[in-house]
C-alpha cells in the first residue's frame, strides 16, 4: 500500500516507509494524539479543532480502518502541500511541506522533518517482517 500510494502521487516510496516507522511503527491500528490520529501515518480523524474536513463524527472510520486509504491520504496531503494547493507553507519547499504535516503550517523544516530524514536514513525498517517477509523497497 505504502509503494503504491507513493507512486501515485509522484514520491520514493522509502519517504513513506520512514514517516510510518516514525509514526506508527507500521501499525495500521496505531492510535496517536490522545486519541485523534490514527493508522499507519496518523491521519487527525477526530476532535473539531484537530480533524481534517470530511472527517465528522465517529462515524468516519476510513483512516483507521483502512491501510489504503490511509497511505493515499498521506501521500496527497504531501502532494498537495509541496506544489502549493493548501496554503499551509511555501510551495516547492519540501522540508516545509513535510513540517507541515506535523504542525499544521510551517514556512521551513523543523523536528518532524529532520526526524523523518533520520528515519529513511537510518531505515530502520530493513529488517522487519511481515509474515515471515522483508519490506519491500
Known amino acids: 500500500m505504502i509503494q503504491w500510494a507513493a507512486i501515485k502521487w509522484g514520491f520514493n516510496p522509502l519517504l513513506g516507509y520512514a514517516d510510518t516507522t516514525m509514526e506508527a511503527s507500521w501499525d495500521q491500528t496505531g492510535i496517536g494524539d490522545q486519541g485523534g490520529s490514527s493508522g499507519l501515518f ?13 472527517f465528522s463524527g465517529y462515524g468516519a472510520n476510513l483512516a483507521r480502518e483502512n491501510t489504503c486509504f490511509n497511505a493515499d491520504f498521506w501521500f496527497g496531503r504531501m502532494y498537495s502541500a509541496y506544489v502549493g494547493l493548501i496554503g499551509s507553507n511555501p510551495a516547492y519547499n519540501f522540508d516545509a511541506a513535510l513540517q507541515s504535516w506535523y504542525s499544521g503550517t510551517a514556512t521551513s523544516g523543523g523536528s518532524y522533518s529532520q526526524d523523518t530524514y533520520y528515519a529513511m536514513e537510518s531505515q530502520l525498517w530493513v529488517n522487519w517482517y511481515y509474515n515471515g517477509q522483508p519490506v519491500p523497497y
Open 42 to 54: 496518523q491521519v487527525a480523524d477526530r476532535g473539531a479543532t484537530h480533524a481534517y474536513p470530511g
